[in-house]
C-alpha cells in the first residue's frame, strides 16, 4: 500500500444491490476514518447483471444511512477484466466464489479471490447471507458482519504492509 499505487479492492455479491456495494461502504468509511482512503480504490459489482445501473436496495440504503453509510455506487456486473485489475476480490457467500472463480478457467488470478469472511474477528460466519427476500433484521445482521469482515481485512493488509517493511 505504497503512496505511489492503490490497492485495489472489489466487492461482489449476486445482484450487487445489497451486500457488495454495502462492504463497499463500510470499507471506504474505515479507510476514511484511519485517514487512507488515497491509497485504495474500492468498488463493487455482481455476479449477475440484472440490477445494472440501479442504486443500491432502498432497505439497504436505510440500514447504512442509520449508521452514517451513504451508499451512491451504481449496479454492474462483474467482468473477468476485473480479475486482472483488481488486487483483491472478494465475495459474499459460497455461490459468488463459485462465481467468480469460474472467470478465471486458467487459474492465473486465484490468488485474488477470497470469501469476505474469512476476514471476520469477533463473527464465525462462513457466508454474508443475502437479506433481498427477508426483513429488516436481515440487512441490520449484514452490516454487522461487513463492518467486521472489513475492520478485520484492513487490519490484514495493515499487517501485511507492516512486515513488507521490516
Not at 11 to 23: D, E
Not at 31 to 51: K, M, R, Y
Not at 89 to 115: C, E, F, K, Y
Not at 148 to 164: E, K, N, P, V, Y
Amino acid at each position: 500500500m505504497s503512496s505511489a499505487t492503490k490497492l485495489r479492492v472489489l466487492f461482489v455479491c449476486m445482484g450487487n444491490i445489497c451486500r457488495s456495494p454495502a462492504a463497499e461502504a463500510v470499507f471506504l468509511q474505515l479507510l476514511e476514518q484511519q485517514g487512507i482512503a488515497g491509497q485504495f480504490e474500492v468498488d463493487s459489482a455482481g455476479t449477475g447483471g440484472w440490477h445494472k445501473g440501479k442504486l443500491a436496495d432502498p432497505r439497504m440504503r436505510a440500514a447504512a444511512a442509520a449508521r452514517g453509510l451513504s451508499l451512491e455506487s451504481r449496479a454492474r456486473q462483474i467482468e473477468t477484466a476485473d480479475l486482472q485489475r483488481f488486487d483483491l476480490i472478494l465475495t459474499m457467500d459460497n455461490d459468488n466464489l463459485v462465481n467468480v472463480r469460474a472467470l478465471d478457467p486458467s487459474g492465473r488470478w486465484q490468488h485474488r479471490i477470497q470469501a469476505l469472511t474469512s476476514h471476520c474477528q469477533r463473527f464465525n460466519s462462513p457466508e454474508v447471507p443475502d437479506p433481498y427476500y427477508g426483513g429488516d433484521a436481515g440487512f441490520e445482521q449484514v452490516l454487522d458482519l461487513l463492518e467486521d469482515a472489513c475492520a478485520g481485512l484492513l487490519s490484514s493488509l495493515q499487517r501485511q504492509q507492516a512486515q513488507q517493511q521490516q
